[in-house]
Structure formats: structure tokens, C-alpha cells
């Protein structure tokens, strides 16, 4: 199995940024990809940004050139540059693990985007 917690969620004014953390343990050699996911109320959990083992990195268009996944290994630990946040990306963030062993989900973190 392979455990996640998520830190760095938290109240920011429109145009600021956050880091989000989502630190890994357990069986983490089997660690596939990792993902940044959102919520908001209502709504659907969309996808993010995403890296995989071997470093290649995806994301939703509508967060390109402002928000940044990157890994250290070394902490097992994925982050999420956040900047230029929006109100509209007001939501629960979800970090997201896909292993050999199965998908695994953190517990969310509540990022709140002030107009």
C-alpha cells in the first residue's frame, strides 16, 4: 500500500500562489505516476497537473504556464506550484498516486481563492 498526506492548502487572495505537498510512504518503488487533482462543490474531480516515474508531466490546459508539478525524490514528495491563482479554482485538491498495487488518494487539502 502506499500512503499520502497533502499539506499547503489554505486561504490566498486572487494572483497569489501556494505550494501544495503530497508526501508519500509505504510502497512507494512501486509508484507509477503522480497526480494533482480538484474538486470544487458540485462538481467533478478534474485532473490537474500529473508526473509520471520518469519525469514526464501533463496538464489541464487551463492551468499551463501557471502552475508547476515537481518531485523530490530524495523526500518522496510531489509538489504543486500554484501561481496566479483564480477564484474559480476554489476547491479541495486531491493528490493522487497510481501504483502497481492499485490508486490511492490523499485526504485533500482546501485551497480558497479570495476575489
Known amino acids: 500500500q502506499v500512503q499520502l498526506v497533502e499539506s499547503g492548502g489554505g486561504l490566498v487572495q486572487a494572483g497569489g500562489s501556494l505550494r501544495l505537498s503530497c508526501a508519500a510512504s509505504g510502497m512507494i518503488s512501486r509508484i507509477l505516476s503522480t497526480g494533482w487533482y480538484r474538486q470544487a462543490p458540485g462538481k467533478q474531480r478534474d485532473l490537474v497537473a500529473s508526473?509520471?516515474?520518469?519525469?514526464?508531466?501533463n496538464y489541464a490546459d487551463s492551468v499551463k504556464g501557471r502552475f508547476t508539478i515537481s518531485r523530490d525524490d530524495a523526500k518522496n514528495t510531489v509538489y504543486l506550484q500554484m501561481n496566479g491563482l483564480r477564484p474559480e479554482e476554489t476547491a479541495v485538491y486531491y493528490c493522487k498516486v497510481v501504483s502497481t498495487y492499485g490508486n490511492y488518494w490523499g485526504q485533500g487539502t482546501q485551497v480558497t481563492v479570495s476575489s
Open positions: 508526473i509520471t516515474g520518469g519525469g514526464t508531466t
